[in-house]
């Protein structure tokens, strides 16, 4: 799959469920309205979807939700997709708030699953319960060393919020150097609702390298992940940090990913409304040469990049849908 800008797509992102244990500010409404049973792709569905996209050229897969691992029976999906690695499938892995690693982390592992990252944007337990909305964290870190002990290598993802957890970076980086993991910092992004206190917190990145270079030695590196994230190794820990900077400096030439929402709805990007809908392509009886071609046709409208943008003076984001509609 090769986009207009000669982009190769390898990376997919699958949200499962819309459904959350968290209400993070950043992502959702605190009054979330969920989307009705049929409107959600069955397991089998979501596994043919899949299946195209790997046929043609996917090598990466990412489950996200909301949080994946609230959806029933989600272990079935892992492990079907489990089976195609090493044949056209590279790597298979997930994004999760961490409240269930404690019950599946081994089943993840044994599915073939070797990374996990885990939303973590404070390890303060108060201030937790308040960007979580309804959260408390000991189920969160229960599950991240629940996933050490099952052998997963776990990446921190901390969105950097001014006013709120600006402060915390220096002890983030100590505590992930200390337990082994690696964190990457993300801008905030104008999505869903933003109140006024939302603008306010945009944090630049570039600020926090900054004041972390007065403590940490960051050495550039050539690791990458497949996803958007730029990263240094920590001298002093030998762990990396990543910084995600979808606004101060936007990392869409080399863009290779697409999400797939839990609807069938595939945004060819993040930061734009255009979108094919493959729920109407399978359940109108679609083969699969039919289904690839659909897929094709989406991936020929991918755009240059987004345009990301806060509105201050009318504080409304770029974007009406939520975060967790498109799993991040």
Request: aromatic share 6%; net charge positive.
């Amino acid at each position: 799959m090769i986009d207009p800008f000669g982009r190769s797509i390898t990376y997919l992102r699958v949200s499962v469920t819309d459904r959350c244990d968290l209400r993070c500010v950043y992502c959702m409404s605190e009054n979330m309205t969920f989307l009705p049973k049929p409107d959600i792709l069955s397991f089998e569905e979501l596994e043919r979807l899949c299946s195209a996209f790997i046929r043609l050229g996917t090598r990466k897969i990412r489950i996200t939700g909301g949080e994946p691992l609230v959806r029933k029976d989600v272990m079935s999906l892992f492990a079907s997709l489990g089976g195609r690695l090493g044949a056209g499938l590279d790597e298979l892995t997930l994004t999760t708030n961490g409240t269930q690693l404690a019950k599946y982390a081994p089943a993840l592992a044994e599915c073939g699953v070797r990374r996990v990252n885990v939303s973590l944007d404070t390890l303060d337990p108060a201030r937790f319960a308040a960007v979580t909305r309804r959260g408390r964290i000991v189920p969160t870190l229960d599950g991240i060393f629940a996933a050490k002990r099952a052998g997963l290598a776990v990446k921190i993802n901390a969105v950097a919020m001014k006013g709120v957890n600006e402060h915390e970076f220096d002890a983030m980086l100590a505590w992930c150097g200390e337990h082994g993991f690696d964190l990457c910092l993300i801008e905030t992004m104008p999505l869903g609702e933003i109140a006024d206190d939302r603008i306010d917190q945009y944090l630049p990145l570039s600020v926090v390298r900054a004041r972390l270079r007065e403590r940490w030695t960051l050495l550039d590196t050539s690791y990458r992940t497949g996803g958007p994230a730029r990263y240094f190794t920590v001298a002093e820990t030998g762990q990396r940090i990543g910084f995600i900077t979808p606004m101060t400096h936007n990392f869409c030439e080399s863009c290779n990913r697409v999400r797939l929402t839990c609807t069938g709805t595939l945004f060819m990007c993040l930061g734009q409304e255009d979108a094919a809908d493959l729920r109407a392509v399978i359940r109108s009886g679609a083969t699969d040469r039919e289904l690839d071609a659909a897929v094709l046709v989406a991936i020929a409208r991918k755009p240059r990049g987004h345009d990301f943008v806060i509105d201050r003076r009318e504080a409304r984001p770029a974007l009406a849908r939520h975060m967790s509609v498109t799993g991040g």
